[in-house]
Structures are given as C-alpha cells and as structure tokens.
T-cell receptor, first 113, second 116 residues
Framework: GAGVSQTPSNKVTEKGKYVELRCDPISGHTALYWYRQSLGQGPEFLIYFQGTGAADDSGLPNDRFFAVRPEGSVSTLKIQRTERGDSAVYLC???????????FGPGTRLTVL | AQSVTQLDSQVPVFEEAPVELRCNYSSSVSVYLFWYVQYPNQGLQLLLKYLSGSTLVESINGFEAEFNKSQTSFHLRKPSVHISDTAEYFCAVITLSGGGADGLTFGKGTHLIIQP
C-alpha cells in the first residue's frame, strides 16, 4: 500500500517568505508527527496530532511555525517569515495510534536563501 | 525530559566483520526503544524495536539489539556486515507516560561505513 508522502520534495525560498509543507499519512493512521532534521543531526520532534487536534506542539521552535490537520488526515506545516536557520529536512510520520510504529515520509528539503 | 546519546558519529568496519553501534538513553520514566536506519537517498525505516518482554530483539536482516535497563543502553550489533549495510543509524526513545504525545527523541546518528 501507499506510504507516507510529502510534497514538495524540495522547496527553495527567500528569507522572509511564507511556506507550506504538506504531509499525506498512511490511510487510517490517526497519529501524525512532524520532525525537523538539520544536517548532521537526528530528527527533532516538532508537533504531534491525534486525529484533528494537536496533542503536543511543545517542539515547535517559535510562533512562526504552525501546523494543521483539519480533517484528521492530511497535515500542513506552515512557516511564516522564514529565516536561514529554518533550512532543514522536514519529516512527517504517521502511526495507527500513539506508541505504535511510526512510518516516515521521504521528507521535504527546505532551503531558505 | 529524555535524551539519547550515540557517542560514535562514524564507525568504519571491514566487510564481514562484526559491528556494534552504541546507544545510551536517559529518562526518568519507562521508555520504548527503537533503531531506525536511513539508507543513502532514502527515508527513515524502522530496523527493530523493544517494547516489552525479551530484552534481545532481532531484525530480519541480521541486526540485533539488547535492552539493558541497569546500564540504560540499547546497543545495536551485527556479527557480519555487508556492503549494503552502509547507512545512517539512529537510536530513538519514546516515553510511556506521555502516551506517545511527546514524539520520538532521536540520537544524532551513527554513520556505518563498510569497507571492502
């Protein structure tokens, strides 16, 4: 079956611009996670959704970052006023429910010039 | 808060030699433990996991890891590596008290380099 998909695969933007990154989880998975992976580092947790609601957004670095999952399936990570330090690979993962195996998407490589 | 330490950023090994990738964690509550692998130009894949029961867990491609609660370790081992094992390996934990709501905490990763 289809895995987790993320679009776009690459995004280049200029400092100060707004970007949206999309995640399509595996069908039927109620839990959805966003992570950020900087060069040479492991993935860093950003936010977790259980259904439509954000159960934990403690990993979001600041209020420029926001994520939604309005229908409990597709999720969008939104970054306002991008900064060069936001450059990283943004990973999405989904699981049947919390504490089950997380399946990761291929990631979106964001480059802020 | 929990943390994961992978002391070795790179481990070079000759083909068919044994390898051990070290992982230590810190947590005040019970955890589930995972090893993920990232092959070149591919996404993260689960290699193996410890949830409960036997402290020795195995993967389908010959890797194994042993949960040692007293040493708070979850080292990954393989008795004989192959060129195709070249990849980045990440150790990760998730706490049980959070119900999974705090996501996975990853180590920085270990790059396994297999030399012919």
């Amino acid at each position: 079956g289809a895995g987790v998909s993320q679009t776009p695969s690459n995004k280049v933007t200029e400092k100060g611009k707004y970007v949206e990154l999309r995640c399509d989880p595996i069908s039927g998975h109620t839990a959805l996670y966003w992570y950020r992976q900087s060069l040479g580092q492991g993935p860093e947790f950003l936010i977790y959704f259980q259904g439509t609601g954000a159960a934990d957004d403690s990993g979001l670095p600041n209020d420029r970052f926001f994520a939604v999952r309005p229908e409990g399936s597709v999720s969008t990570l939104k970054i306002q006023r991008t900064e060069r330090g936001d450059s990283a690979v943004y990973l999405c993962a989904s699981s049947l429910n919390a504490l089950n195996e997380q399946f990761f998407g291929p990631g979106t490589r964001l480059t802020v010039l | 808060a929990q943390s994961v330490t992978q002391l070795d950023s790179q481990v070079p090994v000759f083909e068919e030699a044994p390898v051990e990738l070290r992982c230590n964690y810190s947590s005040s509550v019970s955890v589930y433990l995972f090893w993920y692998v990232q092959y070149p130009n591919q996404g993260l894949q689960l290699l193996l996991k410890y949830l409960s029961g036997s402290t020795l867990v195995e993967s389908i491609n010959g890797f194994e890891a042993e949960f040692n609660k007293s040493q708070t370790s979850f080292h990954l081992r393989k008795p004989s590596v192959h060129i195709s094992d070249t990849a980045e390996y990440f150790c990760a934990v998730i706490t049980l008290s959070g119900g999974g709501a705090d996501g996975l905490t990853f180590g920085k990763g270990t790059h396994l380099i297999i030399q012919p």
